[in-house]
């Protein structure tokens, strides 16, 4: 189920798996799920297989319903504190009651319904506030003001309270749109360019096509997004991420584990409207080959198998399009699009296959660095957006692909290397098991502890793959897998961790269980989905967990996720911290320790000297005052002074930036030559150069007429100020005894 009021970081795949296979449901008829059966059995193995075996009781009930209503109202738009008070009266006694009686449904339906009928009346009232202002838009002349967020604000107190906030939160957005097309139209008029939003909807009948589209979300949902709302609230009262997946977000869960979907290859962007807009095209993919689809065409309806059975998409959540869309490797799927150009209606019939996603698998870069008077050195980069794996087949191992760059950069004689996991949200828990000894050589790399105290110490066998020198760089989303392989680098002293202050905080372990397993035998296992139960905790070699604390840099460098609120710390019914014993066998080497002091003092200086470096501290400070302060204007002349003084801000670091940029490249065209190293240049004679083009290979992306106005200054050789800081730090160390 989709709100768009949904905090962005759910879409954080902090997941460790453990190493365990997926046994898929085995369909023993065409039935609809049982989702009692399934609600039932969800309860009893989240309850004896969680890591806390806690049992349910009218405590946690509370605590069910209380999730279940943040879940479907994060932003305290829906329900009153009245409201809650009288669902507390009438289920916090027998929420987890329902389940175990086999009364899933039930249940899901009556809290959905609550949830709807308040959700369309807000609705309903936001429509008729837009057809108000379709006549007239407000002046916006008052002193009043709105909070950016409400996730953790009161709720209003009763309905009055609430209308107001809605009349406040519609006003926004109005104000919002008005003051983005004053200054598209402005930027357009300096630039001596036509304004790309001249034949936009008027502000308020745009703004209603966005209402109607969430609208349409609201009634949309089937049983199994009311099934799956119900039981995730129960799951993430033990831990924010033991969860259930119905059978549509189960295959959702592994495309994005292995790197790879079945579909036909297109991004996909919801169009005010209510069409589904083609924003890329994956280069190689089923729609590439096929040639039919192109970029800004709008897709209205969608044959899932050809079959003649159209479904109308208009305003149909992008999830349940790309569902829809979605499908066996294979077989085709007709698509009613209206083409960008002329707006004339055509079929498509595509072939669906597999899309790898490339940008989602390991890379590499190799730098040479050749500055007069300075012993010349060459140092790779290694990104690892994920700790990617192939759950059904295990043809797509992440360990496997680096292994094979890592290998061809030793060939290429580096000595240095910077491992790039900023953004990585995790992924197998045995590949990052793996990956760790390719630096440390054999010994543990992990300790796990399960809910009966039973710690296993995780090791790894073989001998070193790479053996210069190491910068880790993580950042506040760099979550779960990634801080094991952080942690690990640290605690050999193989490696200095640099970044935002500290990691993300996920130091749990789940494991993934089809429901299918569990059901009575003659139950239908059509779509049953499965449990994703967090079973152990993980720490590091040196006893510490990385829960809550995440893991903490050597040398904190200005990124700009240090002003986000994230992290495990900032989620509810989050798991404490704790200790354990340092595993035996492993010695940590003392040299990074020693030198520290001298990496930390170097790198200041040229973070002081770095005036990217220093923008980036200006932009967490305002930021986290933003956020602090939690309060947006609603008087039109305050927001466009603050736009205006922003937008000075702005121009003038680009103009210093368009002068020091082109220098920059000019120094680095002599002293700096960069080679780019793919999976697929693997076996090439001579490594390509690497260009900004890379980046966005994979896919034909649409333009932005909005961004095609804006001076587009691009950061000198394919790097960032933060990777180039990190090979200064390499750098550093290859000098150091």
């Not at 009438?90 to 009686?101: N, R």
């Not at 709105?146 to 406040?168: G, M, V």
């Amino acid at each position: 189920m989709n709100n768009p009021f949904k905090s962005w970081t759910r879409r954080l795949g902090s997941v460790a798996l453990a190493a365990a296979s997926l046994v898929p449901c085995t369909t023993v008829s065409q039935a609809a799920p049982d989702y009692d059966q399934i609600g039932k059995q969800f309860s009893l193995v989240l309850q004896n297989a969680h890591f806390s075996r806690a049992r349910f009781s009218l405590s946690m009930y509370e605590q069910f319903l209380d999730c279940y209503l943040q879940s479907v109202d994060p932003q305290h738009l829906y329900f009153t504190q009245a409201d809650v008070n009288a669902l507390r009266k009438k289920y916090a006694g027998s929420f987890g009651d329902y389940l175990l009686a086999g009364e899933t449904r039930t249940l899901a339906t009556e809290l959905y319904t609550e949830y709807s009928v308040r959700a369309l009346r807000h609705i309903a009232q936001a429509e008729k506030m837009l057809k108000e202002y379709t006549k007239q838009l407000p002046a916006f002349d008052s002193d009043r003001s709105t909070p950016r967020s409400r996730r953790k604000l009161p709720r209003a107190a009763d309905d009055a309270e609430l209308n107001q906030t809605w009349r406040d939160m519609i006003d926004d957005m109005v104000l919002t749109e008005i003051i983005r097309r004053e200054n598209v139209a402005r930027l357009a008029r300096e630039k001596g360019k036509p304004d790309p939003n001249a034949d936009e909807l008027p502000v308020a009948e745009k703004l209603q096509a966005r209402i109607k589209r969430l609208r349409n979300e609201v009634q949309e949902a089937d049983t199994e997004d009311m099934v799956s709302t119900l039981l995730n609230s129960v799951a993430r009262t033990y831990d924010p991420h033991s969860d259930y997946m119905g059978a549509r977000e189960e295959q959702r869960f592994k495309d994005q584990i292995k790197a790879s979907i079945v579909g036909i290859g297109a991004q996909l962007r919801e169009d005010d409207d209510g069409s589904t807009r083609i924003e890329g095209i994956v280069k190689g993919g089923p729609a590439a080959k096929n040639g039919q689809l192109k970029l800004g065409d709008r897709i209205v309806a969608v044959d899932s198998t050809n079959s003649g059975s159209w479904t109308d998409i208009m305003y149909l959540s992008i999830d349940k399009v790309v569902d829809l869309i979605r499908g066996q490797k294979g077989v085709s799927v007709k698509l009613r699009v209206l083409e960008a150009e002329s707006g004339e209606q055509k079929e498509v019939v595509i072939v669906r296959d597999e899309v790898p996603m490339s940008e989602s698998l390991a890379s590499a870069k190799i730098v040479d660095i050749h500055k007069p008077g300075e012993e010349p050195y060459r140092v790779g980069i290694l990104t690892l957006p994920s700790f990617y794996i192939d759950l059904d087949s295990g043809d797509v191992r992440c360990a496997a692909d680096v292994k094979k760059l890592l290998r061809r950069m030793t060939k290429e004689g580096v000595k240095g290397l910077v491992v790039d996991l900023r953004f990585n949200g995790g992924g197998s828990l045995d590949e990052v098991r793996k990956m760790v000894g390719f630096f440390t050589g054999a010994g543990p790399v992990v300790q796990v502890r399960d809910s009966r105290g039973h710690i296993e110490r995780l090791t790894v066998s073989g001998r070193r793959l790479f053996n210069g020198e190491v910068v880790v760089i993580t950042n506040k989303l760099s979550a779960s897998a990634s801080e094991i392989f952080a942690g690990a680098m640290a605690d050999y002293g193989r490696a200095v961790v640099v970044g935002d202050e500290s990691t993300y905080g996920k130091g749990t372990v789940q494991i993934p269980r089809s429901l299918a397993d569990y059901l009575p035998y003659f139950t239908s296992r059509e779509g049953c989905g499965m449990i994703k139960v967090t079973v152990q905790k993980f720490y590091r070699i040196n006893g510490a967990s990385t829960q809550l604390r995440g893991v903490e840099s050597d040398i904190v460098l200005p990124m700009s996720t240090a002003a986000l609120q994230i992290g495990e710390g900032e989620q509810d019914y989050a798991m404490p911290y704790d200790e354990m014993a340092p595993a035996g066998h492993y010695v940590k080497n003392p040299r990074i320790g020693r030198i520290l002091p001298e990496l930390r003092r170097r790198s200041a200086a040229r973070v002081a000297a770095d005036k990217d470096l220093q923008y980036s501290k200006w932009f967490i400070d305002y930021r986290r005052k933003i956020i602090e302060e939690n309060k947006d204007s609603l008087n039109k002349a305050t927001r466009m002074a603050e736009d205006a003084r922003l937008r000075d801000i702005q121009r003038a670091n680009d103009d210093e930036r368009k002068v020091r940029y082109g220098k920059m490249a000019e120094e680095d065209a002599r002293n700096l030559t960069v080679y780019r190293l793919t999976l697929k240049d693997l076996d090439a004679s001579t490594l390509p150069i690497a260009t900004d083009e890379d980046e966005q290979k994979f896919m034909e992306e649409a333009e932005d007429p909005e961004e095609q106005l804006e001076d587009k200054i691009k950061y000198p050789s394919t790097l960032d100020p933060i990777l180039r800081e990190a090979l200064y730090i390499v750098r550093d160390m290859m000098s150091m005894p």
